[in-house]
């Protein structure tokens, strides 16, 4: 089973590919979708569109059972949250449109079933991820970190009937 992990940003969105093998977890490709690219163009909707594009080529390239996405959080600056709100609409499209099951967690969710601890820090993510993956190196930059540990934690707690709630699926 292939899980893509998404870790959304208007300016860095995070991508991570695990394959799920019987109770074994492998890391096939992570990285980063650059939004903002210097010395172009970078207008906000230009930028949803890079995110976008390079989305829906990552999931022709490694055709998923599963998108994990983390969930919204509570941003202090309402301008931040919008465009946070935005880049997720754009993630939601490209993974909507795959054609794979589509799952939400939130950070807490995320950190607890990664580092086992809902506070952990980008550092102690970075290491378990790498521990878990069997890595040589710590992914990065974190965006990848990050939705490598969305992967983890879908690959984990991924059972359907525990997240109904959350579960996306093109048909009602």
């Not at 093998?21 to 492998?26: A, I, L, P, V």
């Not at 550092?123 to 993956?133: A, C, E, F, G, P």
């Not at 984990?156 to 525990?162: D, K, L, M």
Request: with cysteine; net charge positive.
């Amino acid at each position: 089973m292939i899980i893509v992990g998404i870790d959304p940003g208007s300016r860095v969105t995070g991508y991570g590919v695990i394959a799920l093998e019987g109770s074994r977890c492998r890391c096939l490709d992570y990285g980063s979708i650059e939004g903002w690219v210097s010395g172009e163009e970078n207008s906000f909707p230009q930028r949803l569109e890079r995110i976008y594009t390079g989305l829906c080529a990552l999931l022709r390239k490694h055709p998923p059972s599963a998108i994990a996405v983390e969930g919204v959080f509570h941003a202090v600056n309402a301008q931040t949250a919008l465009k946070l709100g935005q880049a997720r609409g754009v993630a939601l499209l490209a993974a909507a449109q795959s054609g794979a099951t589509l799952f939400e967690y939130s950070p807490l969710e995320v950190k607890k079933a990664v580092v086992g601890y809902g506070r952990a820090q980008k550092s102690q993510i970075q290491l378990m991820v790498k521990t878990l993956l069997n890595m040589a190196r710590q992914p990065e930059p974190h965006d990848a970190a990050d939705a490598l540990a969305i992967a983890l934690c879908h690959a984990f707690n991924g059972s359907p009937a525990r997240h109904s709630r959350r579960r996306w699926s093109r048909h009602p």
